[in-house]
């Protein structure tokens, strides 16, 4: 699967997929070292400039071609490849003809970059590209050429409007070759979903594609033989084969690849049936008047860092006495202990507008990493209805888990993988220790001017809220138009409060005006706009400027807080600055933010956070070392909660297949 070509090998067969082999210990150590090492020395001697010289060359000829002459190439090409092996002969010419298409049907040519992240993509590597140098179109290189090849091509991505996009932009040069374009967004039918999964390359996000080949996995049942499936087949007697989503999992390329396959790795997608409705609403509320009834520190303890919550012993025998004359549930010492441990969860742990918002009357979570509202999403074990019974909210039903799968185990099934990203060097031992994929750098096509200003640290939000204010009024008088950078829902409304009352125009970008993005990030880039925004602030459209704002000094970002990853915030850094456009960025922070905070009581914090200061260069040196500290410590904590999932999938894939059933 990795650092391989693209070869016609992984097209044949029927529901493609790639076996999934228990390595042992060792044999993950050794290939974890000496694979890696292999993988990043084939990345640094791959011959880009002789492909790219190779492939201009050739482009040369076909810009002389006349519409029908190049026609008549598209056929000679499909023909070559389709079922047969790739070499690098064919890569040049495929390139130099889906340039040459660009160019025609869009007005887009290739830049050098865009070729050489293609030919990194059809490596089986993530490309490391810069935010702004033309994924969507890089992405066209090696799609092109591994359905050409036979395989199904999956252009995986973070949300509906991005999939339907690139997909409405890149069609005609699909087209140009004969090949079909679907698309996957939330809301198709089954029969919809077919259809687009049946082209030869198909736009989806993530959360959609894994969704879908679970329900495949349901309609396999016990996993049959290849055989059986085949003669099902051919005697068209299959009527399950009717009901299944995919043709199989050929070529994934993921768009944004570190939030994909990294950031959303820390919990499993499930498919859930209607499950065991014996809690009625009134357990849950009086799971929460209990709870309320509870002291921290004396009946349970409460570890934010961990997110984990403890009944102590005296918490177990209060407990017991304040459900003694309650029936049912409260008479059995785990269901109810359990009970109370989520009830407590769901009122200490979970915050609206932080974790979930209410949104038609319905509990949403809220994804961490993108600021987006997952609405079909629930959390387990009752936790989810206990969220609802805490906001008044009607009380759904649990549900039954039926097939369950990590983002790990799913993404590795691929026969053949890649990806693209701006932010991927932080992550790049664990893209190759779970995924095999070894990342390599692209160059800009333009160098990047944009200004990075001193970090400020200040000892509390006051004094940070009070700072961000001058520093936007200051770029607002002076016509740059300024993108602030919040973490939760929460906070861009508070600091949205404050610009109110300061007198300072501004729109909102968060879960609540999700449908709006587009349009609020079309004008980010205005004279004297404000934009106040979550992680969802447009990632994957470009920032427009004005000439009157180029000459001003560009857009400024301005992050407010430090994220759990240091991508994250290279991300928010990245809205502004493409391509060669002036630009600045900076962030202010305060102690009090939740990822510093978290951290205070640990030796390091509480030797540093009292030399902490925005007032002097020491102060400031102290504060970003600090910041760099935390977010460090949570990114390793993150890092174990993914490789315990993985564990843990591995585990009962185990046992299930131990016990002959599917997954």
């Known amino acids: 699967m990795s650092s391989q070509l693209l070869t016609a090998k992984a097209a044949r067969g029927f529901y493609l997929e790639r076996p999934l082999d228990r390595e042992s210990r060792l044999d993950k150590t050794l290939r974890s070292a000496f694979g890696r090492f292999a993988a990043m020395l084939k990345g640094k001697t791959l011959n880009q400039r002789h492909f790219l010289r190779s492939v201009k060359q050739l482009g040369e000829k076909y810009q002389l071609l006349s519409e029908d002459e190049l026609a008549r190439e598209f056929a000679v090409i499909r023909a070559e490849l389709k079922g047969q092996e790739l070499g690098v002969a064919h890569l040049v010419r495929s390139f130099a003809l889906i340039r040459e298409v660009a160019d025609r049907r869009l007005g887009l040519r290739h830049y050098d970059v865009q070729l050489i992240g293609g ?218 202990e359990e009970l109370i441990r989520q009830a407590l969860t769901a009122q200490h742990l979970f915050h609206k507008d932080r974790d979930y918002l209410i949104k038609n009357d319905r509990v949403q979570i809220i994804d961490e990493f993108t600021g987006r509202t997952m609405a079909d999403r629930s959390w387990e074990q009752g936790l989810h209805q206990l969220i609802e019974a805490k906001e008044c909210c009607e009380v759904t039903s649990q549900k039954e888990p039926l097939a369950r799968i990590s983002y790990q185990r799913f993404f590795r099934r691929y026969q053949f993988l890649s990806g693209m990203t701006g932010t991927a060097k932080e992550v790049a031992d664990e893209l190759w220790s779970v995924y095999r994929l070894n990342v390599v750098a692209v160059p800009p096509h333009r160098p990047v001017i944009r200004q990075q200003l001193p970090s400020l640290t200040f000892r509390t939000e006051a004094q940070k809220w009070e700072a961000v204010l001058k520093r936007i009024r200051v770029l607002h008088d002076q016509g740059r138009p300024v993108l602030v950078g919040t973490r939760s829902v929460e906070a861009s409304e508070r600091l949205a409060e404050k610009l109110v009352e300061a007198g300072l125009p501004h729109r909102v970008l968060n879960a609540r005006q999700d449908q709006e993005e587009a349009e609020i990030i079309a004008l980010a880039g205005q004279t004297a706009q404000i934009t106040v925004a979550t992680n969802m602030a447009g990632r994957g459209t470009d920032i427009a400027l004005s000439d009157a704002v180029r000459s001003a000094g560009g857009l400024h970002v301005l992050a407010t807080e430090r994220h759990s990853a240091r991508r994250i915030d290279r991300q928010l850094f990245g809205r502004c600055g493409r391509q060669g456009d002036p630009a600045s960025c900076e962030s202010m922070v305060s102690l009090e933010d939740e990822v510093l905070a978290l951290y205070r009581s640990s030796l390091p914090g509480k030797l540093l956070c009292p030399l902490v200061g925005h007032e002097n260069g020491l102060g400031r040196l102290f504060g970003r070392f600090y910041a760099g500290y935390c977010q460090w410590l949570t990114e390793r904590k993150h890092f174990r909660m993914r490789r315990e999932l993985l564990d843990l999938d591995e585990m009962l894939a185990d046992a299930l297949a131990f016990s002959g059933q599917g997954e």
């Open 119 to 336: 030919w990194i993509l059809c490596h089986g590597m993530v490309a490391e590209m810069n935010t702004g140098e033309g994924k969507t179109l890089t992405a066209t290189l090696p799609a092109c050429v591994a359905a050409l090849v036979g395989l199904p091509v999956h252009i995986v991505t973070v949300n509906d409007y991005l999939a339907r996009r690139d997909a409405e932009w890149m069609r005609p040069i699909y087209e140009a070759f004969g090949l079909s374009v679907g698309v996957v967004t939330h809301g198709l039918s089954l029969a919809e979903r077919r259809q687009a999964y049946r082209c030869d390359v198909t736009y989806c996000t993530n959360k959609e594609l894994v969704f879908d080949y679970l329900k495949d996995r349901l309609v396999f049942g016990r996993k049959p033989s290849r055989g059986l499936l085949n003669l099902e087949r051919l005697t068209k007697s299959a009527e399950r084969m009717e009901r299944l989503c995919l043709r199989g999992l050929g070529f994934a390329l993921v768009d944004e690849v570190d939030s994909i396959l990294v950031d959303e790795a820390r919990t499993p997608l499930i498919i859930s049936g209607q499950g065991d409705n014996s809690y009625k609403t009134q357990v849950y509320q009086q799971a929460l008047q209990i709870a309320e009834r509870l002291t921290e520190k004396e009946d349970f303890t409460l570890d934010q860092l961990q997110r984990r919550l403890t009944l102590t012993e005296r918490g177990s025998q209060t407990l017991e006495e304040l459900t003694e004359n309650l029936p049912g549930i409260w008479q059995g010492r785990f269901r109810r």
